[in-house]
């Protein structure tokens, strides 16, 4: 998958609406062609979208393992039970106000209202399930939630200022576009924090997943394992939808996929495995959006739509 995954990557900074070699990228990477416009595409409009897509993808994927871990559901994920939803509305609405007033606001800032958002929706899913005992009725649920926070998302944008519409419009659909090192820097230390403390809680997440009787038998605290997977799928969600927006499908079928590629459901071996699935299938899904159509690019949303959906059904039909 590592492998993989450079060689997606070579491909993604030489493909484009300027065609860079391989070997030019490659030089331009170790540093020894410097200079021309070529090397000023590749770092600071190519490098930066791809580095986003790889952390981003990756917390996506590893989001949706937690939750479905969670919710005990393989359907279960930050875009369809409305979390995505939640913190879009919530940066949308920090946003609208702050750039309305002359005011930028920090990638902090953003994550920050996308993790209020998150947290949010998260707590009326949450609410939901304590009186509904069906599974299929909460996944509805958070379906509708996600629903109602879009369509107050698209309100606020429709009363925003004309100078603010169009970068909130490619941002509420999903993109990687003008993202830059700071903002890079900002994600891989929030989702690296994340990732890691997930990865630590593999012991643990492994014994919820044979049931609560069992994990507390083997010594678990139930009660701080679920709040801990609530805080973590939260914030990485957050960063996702904060820097680019909402992504479809991918925190559903990505560990759906890595699952059936390993033959294993340890999360000593998922946690790693389903981020560096989300980050294969993220810059896949991002270097079609910007190529296909070149030099018009399309929501990356629409391409992960177009190849996962037939994943979750056909997910859904062979589990029934």
């Known amino acids: 998958m590592l492998i993989f995954l450079v060689l997606l990557f070579v491909w993604n900074l030489s493909i484009g609406s300027v065609r860079i070699s391989c070997n030019e990228v490659i030089s331009i990477l170790l ?11 590749i770092m600071n409009i190519r490098l930066p979208r791809i580095l986003a897509a790889i952390i981003l993808g990756g917390a996506l994927a590893l989001s949706g393992f937690l939750l479905q871990t969670f919710f005990q559901n393989p359907i279960a994920g930050p875009y ?3 979390i995505s939803s939640g913190a879009k509305l919530f940066v949308a609405i920090t946003l609208i106000f702050f750039l309305n007033r002359g005011i930028y606001l920090s990638s902090l800032g953003m994550v920050a209202a996308a993790f209020a958002g998150s947290l949010l929706a998260m707590g009326l899913v949450l609410l939901f399930s304590v009186r509904v005992r069906s599974m299929t009725i909460l996944i509805v649920c958070g379906i509708l939630i996600g629903y109602i926070c879009s369509a107050v998302t698209d309100f606020f944008i429709t009363f925003a200022q004309d100078s603010n519409i169009v970068n909130l419009h490619n941002w509420s659909v999903g993109s990687f576009s003008g993202i830059n090192m700071n903002e890079v820097k900002m994600m891989a230390l929030l989702v690296l924090v994340s990732a890691c403390s997930a990865f630590f809680l593999s012991k643990p997440i492994g014994a919820f997943q044979l049931g609560e009787n069992y994990a507390r038998n083997m010594g678990v605290n139930v009660k701080f394992l679920r709040i801990t997977l609530i805080i973590i799928s ?7 939808t904060a820097f680019a927006g909402p992504i479809s499908f991918v925190g559903i079928a990505v560990p ?3 699952k059936s590629a390993l033959k294993s459901a340890k999360p000593l071996i998922l946690v790693p495995a389903c981020f560096l699935g989300g980050a294969i299938v993220t810059v896949f899904c991002d270097g079609i959006a ?7 690019e399309v929501s990356i949303s629409s391409v992960t739509a177009v190849l996962l959906v037939p994943v979750v059904i056909y997910m859904m039909l062979s589990r029934k």
């Open 31 to 41: 540093g020894t062609n410097n200079g021309n416009v070529n090397e000023k595409i």
């Open 80 to 82: 369809v039970l409305g």
């Open 234 to 240: 939260s914030l990485l969600s957050a960063c996702v």
């Open 256 to 258: 759906h996929l890595v």
């Open 290 to 296: 910007r190529t296909v159509f070149s030099p018009s």
